[in-house]
T-cell receptor, first 114, second 114 residues
């Protein structure tokens, strides 16, 4: 069974559209994350979220918003897509009291904005 | 910004040991040292972590300097499947908060020759 899954794997869309990427983890973890990997392969944290706290990287535009319907899901919604949003987005999860912040990553969603 | 320094790339021959160095001179006393790797077209994958003592697991060994300002990831027998970008990270325990977020640097791209 896949521990952290993301859908879709590929997403091609036009500038100005609104899109969502879904993430699910079946590990029973309390904390989930979204990372962005740009064309230069830099991986940057966008959000970390658990039941109590949402931490937003201050460089993330407010067009990006995480939405968590329950503990096992953290979806990423993006409004008014821009060319610079093209990247690979990774979801991850971890658990407090676990292996000291060992994070489990999903396979990534490659977003292309035309 | 990333707080670790790693060589951009390294090469190894298959079935030989590989020593991947990392400098983390600004590490605090409570930060763990983590290593992740990212295989081509995949999400990052946890490799190993430690605090002060050297650590061994089925994937690798982690040698931590006595002053904790540097560490070395050791792959005992490199295989073709170990070709990846290896990231050295130090992070606090308080995930769910910004301290626990993993700050990825550029990493070391390891190539393994048959």
């Amino acid at each position: 069974d896949t521990a952290v899954s993301q859908t879709p794997k590929y997403l091609v869309t036009q500038m100005g559209n609104d899109k969502s990427i879904k993430c699910e983890q079946n590990l029973g973890h309390d904390t989930m994350y979204w990372y962005k990997q740009d064309s230069k392969k830099f991986l940057k944290i966008m959000f970390s979220y658990n039941n109590k706290e949402l931490i937003i990287n201050e460089t993330v535009p407010n067009r990006f918003s995480p939405k968590s319907p329950d503990k096992a899901h953290l979806n990423l919604h993006i409004n008014s897509l821009e060319l610079g949003d093209s990247a690979v987005y990774f979801c991850a999860s971890s658990t407090p009291g676990g292996r000291d912040n060992e994070q489990f990553f999903g396979p990534g969603t490659r977003l292309t904005v035309l | 910004d990333a707080k670790t320094t790693q060589p951009n790339s390294m090469e190894s021959n298959e079935e030989e040991p590989v020593h991947l160095p990392c400098n983390h001179s600004t590490i605090s006393g409570t930060d763990y040292i983590h290593w992740y790797r990212q295989l081509p077209s995949q999400g990052p994958e946890y490799v190993i972590h430690g605090l002060t003592s050297n650590v061994n697991n089925r994937m690798a060994s982690l040698a931590i300097a006595e002053d904790r300002k540097s560490s070395t990831l050791i792959l005992h027998r490199a295989t073709l499947r170990d070709a990846a970008v290896y990231y050295c990270i130090h992070a606090g325990l308080n995930y769910g908060g910004s301290q626990g977020n993993l700050i990825f640097g550029k990493g070391t791209k390891l190539s393994v020759k048959p």
